[in-house]
Structures are given as C-alpha cells and as structure tokens.
C-alpha cells in the first residue's frame, strides 16, 4: 500500500544515520507485462509507469539522493513494430510536457532534468518536447535527474571516444596515452554527476540491457520482481538498506 508523508520523512530519517547513495539508477521494467496481466492496452502500462516515474523521483529526493538517472526509452527499442514505435513517441512527447506540470516537484527540490541520448533518432515533437523541459529547470542546481532516452552505453562510449580521438588531452602531442578514466567521464551524456552507486532494475530481468555500463562499473545491482508500476516506496528503502549493508565493501573500490 501507499506509505504516508510523516512515514517516508521517518525512514529517511533512519537510513539517513548510514550512508545513502548520492547517485541511483531505475531501469524501469515491466510496463508492458503490468498491461497484459490487467488487460490493458500497452500505451497503459506506460501511462502507469510514468507516473511511478514522478513518486520514485520524489522518493529519491525524500531520502537525500541527489542524481538519479532512469531508463526510459533504449535505441534498441526502436526495432520494436512501428506502431509501437509510434505510440511510445507520442507518449514521450505528452509526457515530457506533463512533467512542466509537475514543475512544483522540480522547483520544491531543485531538479535540473537532462534528456540525454542519441536524440537526433527520434521524431522532431520529442525533440522540441525535452528541449523545453531542459530550459525551464537549466538553473535549478540541488538535484540532476537523467532521462536516458533514444539511448544505449555503446552508443554514449563510441560518441565519447570518438570525441576524445578528435580533441586529444593538451598534455599529449598526440592521441596515444591521453585517454585518462576522468576524461571519459567528462565526456559522457552524464558528465558533471557522480558515478552510481545504486542501480535497480525491476521485472525480475537480471540484465543491464546496456544502460550507464561505465557509470555503474562500482555500483550495488539490486533486481527486484516487482512490476515498474507497481514499484513501491518500501521497495526502493529496502534497496538502499542493502546498498548500506554492502556500502563499506564498495567505497574500498573507489
């Protein structure tokens, strides 16, 4: 069940005596499966996995982390039928829009929203559609929220190296040797944010399906069979209490 405000302010009150993740990634999987047991149209489950979308950020927020990245829509999945394809593009756009109507959240807990991937492949409404939800929270500075979209790893480390083989490190005459782990990240679609610590993925799927694969080379995987929609409040604290049981262990990786 739904879990009250005065209730998540006193878990996150609790996990804040050990160490939260500053960085989480949701690979929101299981909208379409959501659909099907419910007998709903797929554009449904997408719909419900939206707005879960929305509660997780806010619970992220509650609990003090402060980047989170989320799964939304993989290059990959442009090989899907085409009216398929089309459907979840006219859902990105609409909501992409609706999140300027949740500009309370983003203001209240200084969200900058980032819409990162290879979107030169979607249609150009998306594109207009994420530009203008960058604009409006450009300036927001206490918390950075990444909508991989038209997105894949091996696409963003080509892009990155590519751009790296073309503009060497200055210390380097030439390319060779001038490739350091901090000038790929600073490359990357999420340069500026931390690496992950937390990445969940939801559906039972135990696969990172190519997403934030160098950004998660150090990060606490947690998969968890529950449906992205029906993804709870009390789902994500037991993930970060198993981040903290294993928090030690991780930072001698760093």
């Not at 879960?52 to 950020?57: G, H, Q, S, Y």
């Not at 899907?80 to 209240?108: F, I, N, P, S, W």
């Not at 559609?129 to 696409?155: G, K, P, W």
């Not at 610590?197 to 039972?204: A, Q, W």
Request: glycine share 8%; with cysteine; proline share 4%.
């Amino acid at each position: 069940g739904k879990v009250g405000g005065w209730a998540r302010r006193a878990a996150a009150a609790v996990l804040a005596a050990g160490p939260v993740p500053r960085h989480v990634a949701l690979c929101m999987d299981g909208n379409r499966r959501y659909a099907q047991a419910r007998h709903m149209r797929q554009v449904e489950g997408h719909t419900f996995g939206y707005r879960r979308l929305i509660d997780a950020l806010e619970w992220c927020l509650e609990l003090g982390v402060r980047y989170v990245s989320v799964y939304a829509f993989s290059i990959d999945n442009y090989r899907r039928c085409g009216e398929e394809v089309d459907t979840l593009m006219a859902l990105a756009e609409e909501k992409l829009a609706h999140m300027l109507q949740e500009y309370d959240v983003l203001v209240r807990h200084g969200v900058q929203v980032r819409v990162v991937g290879d979107l030169s492949l979607a249609p150009a409404a998306v594109q207009v559609a994420a530009t203008r939800i960058m604009e409006a929270t450009a300036q927001h500075d206490r918390a950075v929220l990444n909508l991989c979209f038209s997105y894949t790893a091996s696409e963003e480390l080509q892009r990155a190296l590519d751009d790296l083989a073309a503009h060497p490190a200055p210390s380097s005459s030439s390319g060779s040797g001038s490739l350091t782990a901090a000038g790929l990240d600073g490359q990357l679609y999420t340069r500026g944010c931390p690496p992950v610590d937390l990445l969940v993925r939801t559906s039972g799927e135990t696969r990172l399906s190519d997403f934030l694969l160098w950004q998660c080379r150090h990060a606490l995987l947690v998969f968890t069979p529950v449906l992205w929609p029906d993804f709870g409040f009390l789902d994500l604290v037991a993930a970060v209490l198993e981040f903290q049981r294993h928090a030690p262990r991780l930072q001698r990786l760093r």
